[in-house]
């Protein structure tokens, strides 16, 4: 019998408590589809699906066949199935965790550390920063998605200063006058005052900020309870953040970070150092494989926030420039190459129109994991033992050059999300 070098998985669910409940979850409706067995529990969140070999959720082969159980097991019995750069760049391991998430309530105020900084955060706190990997990110909505990423346009940040007394008492007036100083023709002059002001914030007393919070917080609900515009404050936003987390400094940050909205399709990366919090909705995302998260606000979880205000990048820039553009491959116009600036992870999101009824998932260099969103369709390949159905949730382990022919079944097309690596 010939190897089987690409089969189904059966990945793991993460059930934090900011995830979306029930089959209000994207994770959750993709699980029950592609596995008619899983029982989804209404009242419970889920919030992750992984889809990699990762120690804390290492995907389980749905392939009796198969002697190992796990896609980790199965990896280091046969490294070559990465691809021969893959293999050899990144020691025999799958490079990237790729993940769907299903956000109902904000994540943390976070940034994720170059390598040169893992690697010391590593050595001296293992138990926070649990290994000395960078962690670069790229975000692609399934839903309508709201995040906060990077530091907005300081106009916008001064205008927040101005029209937020609570923020401007918490910063103090020496700090606020230096950024309104700050002129568009020193970028390092206005990095080095935001740095000032965002860390005066971030290490603000905490009987103090509560104070300023709650004074800003009933200010608001006041005027929105007289219509008025609270657009100026970011309204809206602090309410529902403060909701979540009441007493939170994180909640000031949305007068720092831009909020950044993207449709389905539409894609973030968040590169090292690069401050950010997802705000709510679905998303497919792709990661370098570490844990290292430096955390400063909006989560119960340990807060570094010294470290978080020395690391962070402080280059003010519009969210628009946020958004990560997918490049139409010259190859094959039904994919979409989302290829960020690191050597880690790369995301592939394939439609297959409905005229389509027989198409070709071509092989590549690199093992890759390929996630059904939507459409059925039988799938057959060399390194496949047998046929395999494909439907919403299915979740395929591709071996490096090895392809896969799709018989459509389904009569709008279909949409995959497929991530690798290309080096």
Known sequence: ????????????????????????????KLLSSGDPLVQIQPDRPYAELWMGAHPRGDAIIRDNRIPQKTLGQWIADNPACLGTKVKDTFQGQLPFLFKVLSVDTALSIQ??????????????????????????????????????CGFRPVEEIVSFLQNVPELRALIGEVAVEQLERSGSDDPRGVSAAL?????????SEK?????????????ISQEAEEGKDTSGSNGELLLRLHSQYPGDIGCFTIYFLNLVKLEPGEAMFLGA??????????????????DNTVRAGLTPKFIDVLTL??????????SSSKIFPAVQSQLDPNVYVYDPPVPDFAIMRIEIPASIKLYLISAIDS????????????????????????????????SANESISLHLSSPDGMLLFRACCLL
């Not at 190897?3 to 209000?24: D, H, M, T």
């Not at 205000?309 to 519009?318: G, K």
Request: glycine share 4%; proline share 6%; charged share 20%.
């Open 1 to 28: 019998m010939a190897e089987i070098r690409v089969f189904p998985l059966s990945c793991a669910v993460q059930n934090y408590s900011w995830g979306k409940v029930g089959l209000e979850s994207e994770v959750a």
């Open 111 to 148: 940034a994720h550390p170059n390598k040169e900084l893992a690697a010391k955060l590593h050595a001296q706190f293992p138990e926070h920063y649990p290994d000395a990997n960078h962690k670069p990110e790229m975000a692609i909505a399934l839903t309508p998605f709201e995040g906060l």
């Open 195 to 203: 740095r000032v002001c965002f860390t005066r914030l971030m290490k």
């Open 207 to 219: 009987k103090f900020f509560v104070d300023q919070l709650n004074m800003l917080v009933k200010r």
């Open 273 to 290: 150092n690069e401050p950010h919090a997802y705000l709510r909705g679905d998303c497919v995302e792709c990661m370098a494989c570490s």
């Open 309 to 318: 205000c020395e690391m962070l990048n402080y280059t003010p820039a519009p």
């Open 367 to 398: 093992a890759s994991i390929l996630l059904v969103i939507q459409g059925t369709a039988v799938g057959t390949s060399t390194a496949a033992a047998s046929e395999m159905s494909l439907c919403r949730g299915s979740v395929l382990f591709i």
